[in-house]
């Protein structure tokens, strides 16, 4: 079941219907070069990110370090195929923004992405992040292996403690294996290195995530 079955939205409007094709997203990355699309460099691994608006979310990954091969914006979690960022932001998909994160064990470990994931943005404000509204906007991680799922979900409760002792709510993240990744316009590719002084609507909880290099 998607986020967008368990909001009821087919029963409302009905979906967006599917597009026959993909969007034009581009071939290269605006930062190091890498191209955006596989195949990737072998023993690579790879991760979807929803934290709110994806423009601020890729810069802080690919800031990450060498270990990250290359990002891209997208959309995944919904049921439309090849969506656009206007049908996404109708809510008629049930998509999250999301960041595609390719990278290089052990030159970056799962953890320490996880904890920029988690630092990064307030997990527990549902279908927000900010002053961001709509479901486009929640926070979630789909994963691409049993051993993510995993760690992800171990994260998960264990910034959850940290959190309930400094008094703050409840992670609403979502957590699933397997879901399909649509790149995003081109015009969304590494938007905030296209333009610097861009938007970028991302704020944490200023609580620290003990995982990777906080270990």
């Given at each position: 079941m998607t986020i967008f079955d368990e909001?009821?939205?087919?029963?409302?409007?009905?979906?967006?219907?599917?597009?026959?094709?993909?969007?034009?997203?581009?071939?290269?990355?605006?930062?190091?070069?890498?191209?955006?699309?596989?195949?990737?460099?072998?023993?690579s691994e790879q991760v979807l990110f929803?934290?709110?608006?994806?423009?601020?979310?890729?810069?802080?990954?690919?800031?990450?370090?060498?270990?990250?091969?290359?990002?891209?914006?997208?959309?995944?979690?919904?049921?439309?195929?090849?969506?656009?960022?206007?049908?996404?932001?109708?809510?008629?998909?049930?998509?999250?923004?999301?960041?595609?994160?390719?990278?290089?064990?052990?030159?970056i470990a799962f953890d320490d992405l996880?904890?920029?994931?988690?630092?990064?943005?307030?997990?527990?404000?549902?279908?927000?992040?900010?002053?961001?509204?709509?479901?486009?906007?929640?926070?979630?991680?789909?994963?691409?292996?049993?051993?993510?799922?995993?760690?992800?979900?171990?994260?998960?409760?264990?910034?959850?403690?940290?959190?309930?002792?400094?008094?703050?709510?409840?992670?609403?993240?979502?957590?699933?294996?397997?879901?399909?990744?649509?790149?995003?316009?081109?015009?969304?590719?590494?938007?905030?290195?296209?333009?610097?002084?861009?938007?970028?609507?991302?704020?944490?909880?200023?609580?620290?995530?003990?995982?990777?290099?906080?270990?």
């Amino acid at each position: 079941m998607t986020i967008f079955d368990e909001l009821g939205l087919s029963k409302l409007l009905g979906p967006i219907p599917d597009h026959a094709t993909p969007v034009a997203h581009g071939k290269r990355h605006f930062v190091n070069g890498h191209p955006l699309d596989p195949p990737f460099p072998l023993g690579s691994e790879q991760v979807l990110f929803g934290m709110g608006c994806f423009w601020g979310a890729e810069r802080k990954f690919w800031q990450a370090g060498e270990g990250v091969y290359v990002t891209a914006v997208g959309y995944a979690g919904g049921v439309t195929k090849n969506p656009t960022y206007d049908d996404v932001c109708s809510g008629r998909t049930g998509h999250a923004e999301v960041v595609l994160v390719v990278y290089q064990p052990p030159a970056i470990a799962f953890d320490d992405l996880l904890r920029i994931f988690w630092e990064g943005h307030d997990p527990t404000q549902g279908m927000r992040q900010g002053n961001d509204f709509g479901t486009q906007y929640r926070s979630a991680i789909y994963v691409s292996t049993p051993e993510q799922l995993a760690a992800a979900n171990e994260s998960r409760a264990m910034y959850q403690r940290v959190l309930t002792g400094a008094h703050l709510g409840d992670i609403t993240t979502e957590i699933t294996e397997g879901r399909p990744f649509y790149y995003a316009e081109e015009y969304h590719q590494q938007y905030l290195a296209k333009n610097p002084g861009g938007y970028c609507g991302l704020g944490g909880t200023g609580i620290a995530c003990p995982l990777g290099s906080c270990d």
